[in-house]
């Protein structure tokens, strides 16, 4: 893919990610106040917002739950990482299915109160999740830019 | 419309289950991808070829289930809202306004939020809907659904083609 459209792939998961901390952007940028019933309303749609689950950080809380801040974390992470080396997948799913098991295996253990929920556990097995479905993602986008090309 | 009728088969799951409050606290922001990588599935079903599915056919089937989730969504959430004259705006209210208390800003913009905000939460709670609500929910739900749709596509499209190539390399 060329580097124009990682940038861009880049700047929108980061526009993304930046989102999800809205309350810590309002001490610095108060007009933002007036969008933050909207902003919420939008993370609402992508996760459940579990008030036990947010980041809690002294600024405010996060708009997501742990382990979908994990998952843009991961999605982000591995946009930078492109920036520098383009990671090719065999487009075989295994990678896939390893990454979301654990996260899987956290949710029902969690579910069935076997152990506490843990966020930083959430943040792991979301940040792992999250990283190797950019690969996925990448791959689909480039494959899509091709097809649009070739017509 | 016959084309993408998938689409609209799960898009209207995936606009039920958004209004489905315990649906959401488990599927979270898998719904409108799963939907879309349904959509795939049923087209698939409905068009039995041994051609892969291209990224272009599984980003559109992702958008239009997104913009499908996103339609009967809005829909759900304005029909449930004028119905209960309540939602998740007015249940925020007294929290917004401790955490607008809390901010380093000038008297006259916190006045001008609480009253836009008590606007919205007086016209939800007296006549069930709110302009600016609806509006916000509409643009919201269009944008974010369309995009995570086009995500599902582009990804369930991949899983759906590497199914393809196992079962052709078997045979």
């Known amino acids: 893919m060329i580097i124009q459209f990682r940038i861009i792939l880049f700047v929108l ?32 749609l992508v996760c459940h917002q579990d008030p036990a689950k947010v980041i809690n950080l002294s600024c405010g809380n996060s708009l997501v739950c742990s382990r979908c801040l994990g998952i843009y974390f991961g999605l982000l992470s591995n946009s930078i990482v492109h920036f520098f080396y383009e990671i090719r997948t065999n487009k075989n799913f295994t990678l896939v299915l390893i990454a979301i098991i654990p996260m899987i295996i956290d949710v029902i253990l969690t579910t069935a109160s076997i152990y506490n929920y843990s966020k930083a556990v959430a943040i792991t097995t979301g940040f792992l999740f999250g990283s190797i479905l950019f690969l996925y993602l990448y791959n689909g986008l480039q494959n899509l830019i091709i097809e649009t090309a070739k017509r | 419309m016959k084309k993408y009728i998938s689409s609209f088969v799960s898009g209207f799951g995936a606009g039920v289950l958004h209004v489905v409050p315990v649906a959401k606290s488990i599927s979270c922001c898998l719904i409108v991808p799963l939907a879309s990588f349904i959509a795939l599935v049923l087209d698939k079903k409905a068009n039995p070829t041994a ?121």
């Open chain 1, 13 to 44: 998961l980061l526009l993304w990610t930046s989102g999800i901390f809205y309350q810590c952007l309002l001490e610095k940028f108060s007009f933002l106040l007036y969008g933050y019933p909207f902003a919420y309303n939008a993370y609402s």
């Open chain 2, 51 to 171: 051609d892969k599915i291209t990224m272009k056919k599984g980003a559109l089937i992702g958008l239009f289930t997104g913009l499908y989730a996103a339609l009967f969504g809005t829909l759900f959430d304005l029909f449930i809202t004028l119905v209960t004259k309540n939602n998740d705006i007015v249940s925020m209210m007294p929290e917004l306004q401790k955490m607008i208390s809390t901010l380093p800003i000038s008297e006259t913009l916190r006045t001008e939020v609480i009253n836009l905000y008590e606007n919205v939460r007086n016209d939800i709670m007296q006549y069930g809907f709110s302009l600016l609500y609806a509006l916000s929910i509409i643009i919201n739900n269009t944008v974010v659904n369309s995009v995570v749709g086009i995500i599902g596509g582009l990804v369930g499209a991949q899983v759906i083609n590497q199914r393809l190539n196992n079962r052709n390399g078997y045979q």
